[in-house]
């Protein structure tokens, strides 16, 4: 089991995100007000403060939950070793793996901010299946 370090939100794409207190995820959607949210298979990005801790461990200063533009980061997972189609229940809320990094698009304002972006190697991808609030703190199960 993991838990929820932040949930995180941005109005538009390509940028870091600002932590909020809680989120509520809709189904067929994503995180409500963010700018990655829609019909598609990338609704919710998740990343792993484990995967952050390395970019720090580069010397890299001033990383904060969000600056990978990540709406979920986590704790106590490795999200890139979970198989497509898996299910994550969060409080309730039921996200189904899509996708496993992405490509980088090196242009981006988080590649120039940071010097490099985890993204694409570690972050993962999932759509909603069943909405509700998540919040820091939260357990994440993984299902079977």
């Given at each position: 089991m993991g838990k929820v370090i932040a949930i995180n939100?941005?109005?538009?794409?390509?940028v870091p995100k600002k932590?909020?207190?809680?989120?509520e995820f809709?189904?067929?959607f994503g995180l409500k007000g963010d700018a990655h949210g829609g019909s598609w298979h990338r609704q919710v990005s998740l990343l792993g403060q484990e995967s952050i801790d390395k970019i720090k461990a580069l010397g890299v200063e001033g990383l904060c939950w969000g600056k990978f533009a990540e709406n979920i980061t986590t704790e106590g997972i490795e999200l890139y070793s979970l198989p497509v189609g898996t299910r994550l229940d969060i409080n309730g809320?039921?996200?189904e793996?899509?996708?496993i990094g992405k490509e980088c698009h090196k242009g981006c304002a988080i590649y120039h901010q940071v010097g490099d972006c985890v993204m694409p190697r570690e972050g993962i991808f999932a759509k909603v299946i069943k909405g509700g609030i998540v919040k820091a703190g939260d357990e994440i199960k993984v299902l079977a």
């Open positions: 939100i941005s109005e538009e794409k390509g932590t909020i207190e809680q989120g809709v189904e067929g809320v039921i996200m793996v899509t996708q």
